[in-house]
């Protein structure tokens, strides 16, 4: 049962890959850049997604200036 599960995901991951590229090289060219930085959210999301990987956002990024930003690496997904 793992390895028909490890396969659907892997399908399922290599067909967003390829929707990711179709959207790049089809799509983008007539995006504002605004919006093509929302496609990359929302793809990279779902990417996260379909791996069975969930993002956790701890406190508020800041939104201006130059910042170096340290996060402590809790595994190899950091």
């Known amino acids: 049962m793992k ?44 990417l996260l997604a379909h791996a069975g990987i969930s993002l956790r956002i701890l406190g508020q990024p800041p939104v201006t200036g130059p910042v170096m930003l340290v996060a402590n690496h809790i595994s190899w997904l950091d």
């Open 3 to 46: 390895f028909l599960r490890a396969s659907w995901r892997l399908l399922r991951l290599l067909g967003h890959i390829a929707k990711g590229l179709w959207i790049v090289a089809l799509r983008f060219p007539s995006l504002s850049p605004d919006q093509q930085h929302a496609r990359v959210q929302v793809w990279s999301l779902e």
